[in-house]
Every structure is written in structure tokens, then in C-alpha cells.
């Protein structure tokens, strides 16, 4: 006779809050309550489903993953990503490269004019004091 544990919708919740790494209060904050109610509710089997859909807003996820919610998945998910050491993790350039030196390139040609401009506004100068002598 095997027994099915009910899913614990509150610790399922809790697991989630920790894993957006947010604190009860900020929880409760989100959500209108109190950091106390946020600890009730997380201790609680179940939740009714207006309260679970504020706490799912708030939290940035469907509520139905808050019913669903499962740990061996998400280490199932981990355990995938980093499969024998080998990363699914792009260590390569997020930009390319030949767009960055074409940027630093405008940005010296415009200092370049600037500096031409002042020192054509300088000679300018310049020569309207030698004129006025």
C-alpha cells in the first residue's frame, strides 16, 4: 500500500521565496500582509487560491508552479545544465568585438574635432589680437 504525500503548498512557496533569494517581508510587503501572515501562510498545507495568486504574482511565477513546485526538478535542471563538468554557461563575448572598436573609434574622432575646433578657435583668437595692435 503506497501512501502519496500531499503536495505542501506553503513550503513549496517558502522554497520558491528562498530561491528568488527574498526575504518574508518582502513578501508580505508585495503582497499587502504582514511578515508574521507570510510565515502562516508557509507553514500552511494549503492556501487558498486568491491569496496564492497575489503570493505567484508577486514572486514572478504561474501559481500552478507553486502547486507543482518539485525540488528533485529543479536539481534535475542544475544536474542537467552542468553536465561532467562541461557549462552551458556562454564564457564567450556577449558583444562584438569589431563594435566596440568601432565605438572607441567615433569616440576619438569626435574628441579628434573637438580638438581641432579649439585650436582653430584659438588661432582665430590669436589673430584677431595681432590684428588689433
Request: proline share 2%; with cysteine; charged share 30%.
Amino acid at each position: 500500500m503506497s501512501t502519496v504525500k500531499p503536495k505542501h503548498i506553503g513550503r513549496n512557496i517558502s522554497r520558491i521565496r528562498e530561491l528568488r533569494d527574498m526575504k518574508q517581508e518582502a513578501l508580505a510587503q508585495a503582497i499587502g500582509t504582514t511578515q508574521q501572515s507570510i510565515s502562516i501562510i508557509e507553514g500552511s498545507e494549503s492556501v487558498d487560491d486568491e491569496k496564492l495568486k497575489a503570493i505567484a504574482e508577486a514572486l514572478g511565477v504561474p501559481a500552478d508552479v507553486i502547486r507543482n513546485f518539485s525540488e528533485e526538478a529543479v536539481f534535475n535542471i542544475i544536474g542537467n545544465t552542468y553536465d561532467n563538468g562541461s557549462s552551458s554557461v556562454n564564457h564567450g563575448c556577449t558583444f562584438n568585438p569589431l563594435d566596440k572598436l568601432l565605438e572607441a573609434f567615433d569616440k576619438n574622432e569626435k574628441l579628434y574635432e573637438r580638438l581641432v575646433q579649439a585650436e582653430k578657435e584659438k588661432v582665430a583668437l590669436l589673430e584677431k589680437l595681432l590684428s588689433e595692435k
